[in-house]
């Protein structure tokens, strides 16, 4: 069962330790990536009346108004989507590259695109349809089967039955 996490009355004056309990939050939020959470947090910590405490809670909230301004990014290509997609893959935002993925697949869907959006449905425990990316892509590309073999992301994902099967097929229909 998940705990309630306990909400801060933005109009009440905060103590020392619901003043540092607030930051710690705020920094936890900003090592888990979700900098919209983290700066709305660290901007209420910002405003305690430790010194200190306020202005770390300053430089982070700069630090998070930042990266959410760069995330903003301007995509227009099919390869836009897949190369933004390729960096949420490596930072394990599986959801969020699928997204990207299915964008550049719709526009044209090139090998090393199905390739990837195999490698996150597999990831998402959508083995079917990973399998069914997968066999396209090496359909379009019999080296992505090697690719696949050696790739140390798809590696636990070849042992599941679905990703063999496609494996096994696609080598009989590309080479």
Do not use: W
């Not at 993925?101 to 996150?120: D, I, N, R």
């Not at 399998?131 to 994902?157: C, K, N, V, Y």
């Amino acid at each position: 069962m998940k705990k309630a996490v306990k909400q801060i009355d933005s109009s009440a004056v905060l103590d020392n330790r619901t003043h540092t309990d607030l930051f710690a939050r705020a920094m936890k939020d900003f090592h888990r990536g979700d900098f919209q959470k983290a700066g709305a947090l660290f901007q209420q910590a910002a405003t305690g009346p430790l010194l200190g405490v306020n202005e770390s809670a300053q430089m982070y909230l700069r630090m998070c108004q930042q990266r959410i301004s760069q995330s903003a990014m301007d995509l227009n290509t099919p390869e836009d989507y897949y190369n933004y997609a390729v960096g949420l893959i490596n930072a394990r935002k599986y959801r969020e590259a699928r997204e990207s993925l299915e964008t550049a697949v719709s526009a044209g869907p090139q090998p090393h695109f199905c390739y990837a959006l195999a490698l996150v449905e597999g990831h998402l425990g959508s083995m079917d349809i990973a399998a069914s990316h997968l066999r396209h892509a090496i359909q379009m590309d019999p080296a992505l089967r090697g690719l696949a073999r050696s790739d140390p992301d798809f590696a636990p994902l070849l042992h599941h039955p679905k990703l063999k099967e496609a494996m096994a097929s696609a080598q009989g229909t590309g080479g």
